[in-house]
C-alpha cells in the first residue's frame, strides 16, 4: 500500500497568523490560576490545624483532655 505525501506549502502570512495564536494565553475568565487554589488551600489547612492544635493544648493545660 502507496501513501503519498503532499507538501502544501503555506504563506508567510498564513504561518505567522497560525502561530500567532497559539503564542497568545488561552483566556480562562474570571477564573483563578491553579496555582493559586492551591496556594488558598495550603493556608486554610494550615490556619485549621493551628487552631486544632490550640485547642487540643490548651485542654491539656487545664486537664480537661
Do not use: N
Request: charged share 20%.
Amino acid at each position: 500500500m502507496k501513501v503519498s505525501l503532499r507538501y502544501f506549502p503555506r504563506s508567510q502570512a498564513h504561518a505567522k497568523r497560525s502561530t500567532a495564536r497559539h503564542d497568545e494565553p488561552p483566556v480562562a475568565g474570571d477564573f483563578p490560576a491553579p496555582g493559586e487554589v492551591l496556594v488558598e488551600i495550603g493556608l486554610v489547612l494550615a490556619i485549621h490545624l493551628a487552631v486544632a492544635l490550640a485547642v487540643i493544648l490548651t485542654l491539656r493545660a487545664f486537664g480537661i483532655a
